[in-house]
T-cell receptor
Framework: ETGVTQTPRHLVMGMTNKKSLKCEQH?????MYWYKQSAKKPLELMFV???????ENNSVPSRFSPECPNSSHLFLHLHTLQPEDSALYLC?????????????FGQGTRLTVV | DAKTTQPPSMDCAEGRAANLPCNHS???????VYWYRQIHSQGPQYIIH???NNETNEMASLIITEDRKSSTLILPHATLRDTAVYYC??????????FGPGTRLSVLP
């Protein structure tokens, strides 16, 4: 248990569905991240939030929409996804800029788009 | 892109030390070296990190060369449960961890 909780753990959705992934941490961290890990590939950094503001968006398609309502919660809203978006989506948190802390990862959401 | 290079795979006999190398020749002065591992598509697990001194904790030891251009993660007595993909990452004050392909360590009975 890392202190970072992701829900749901598994999700199957159709290409016309809208769903959301949730990440929650109560570690007092102020930076949160979304990563995507496709089969047999390294983790790809998608979004970075620091103090609830998005500071990085690594050319992620607009069908992925992040939301960070407060420093403890991070969402990834999904709509009109493609089968190639099927992957493990991982959330992480760190202390934030200027703080030398390791990143704590959730267990991920295994997403399958059909 | 990741700032580190690691061998794609390694084998280690159970009970022996596993030594995993990492090259980070472009590391800057304020960047730390972090090691994580990922077991069977679970979330990555933090192992250890350091700046320039060698570090040891209950999981592993980290040896960083004096010029900081490379490092070695040492698992002193590898077990079957240490079979995983090990990632070496350089990061500025714990920001924006960028993962490479890592080293797939197989611990053999």
């Amino acid at each position: 248990e890392t202190g970072v909780t992701q829900t749901p753990r598994h999700l199957v959705m159709g290409m016309t569905n809208k769903k959301s992934l949730k990440c929650e941490q109560h570690l007092g961290h102020n930076a949160m991240y979304w990563y995507k890990q496709s089969a047999k590939k390294p983790l790809e950094l998608m979004f970075v939030y620091s103090l609830e503001e998005r500071v990085e968006n690594n050319s992620v398609p607009s069908r992925f929409s992040p939301e960070c309502p407060n420093s403890s919660h991070l969402f990834l809203h999904l709509h009109t996804l493609q089968p190639e978006d099927s992957a493990l989506y991982l959330c992480a948190s760190t202390g934030g800029a200027g703080m030398n802390t390791e990143a704590f990862f959730g267990q991920g959401t295994r997403l399958t788009v059909v | 892109d990741a700032k580190t290079t690691q061998p794609p795979s390694m084998d280690c006999a159970e009970g022996r030390a596993a030594n995993l190398p990492c090259n980070h020749s472009t590391i800057s002065g304020n960047e730390y070296v972090y090691w994580y591992r990922q077991i069977h598509s679970q979330g990555p697990q933090y192992i250890i990190h350091g700046l320039k001194n060698n570090e040891t904790n209950e999981m592993a030891s980290l040896i960083i060369t004096e010029d900081r251009k490379s490092s070695t993660l040492i698992l002193p007595h590898a077990t079957l449960r240490d079979t995983a993909v090990y990632y070496c990452i350089v990061s500025n004050y714990g920001q924006n961890f960028v993962f490479g392909p890592g080293t797939r360590l197989s611990v053999l009975p």
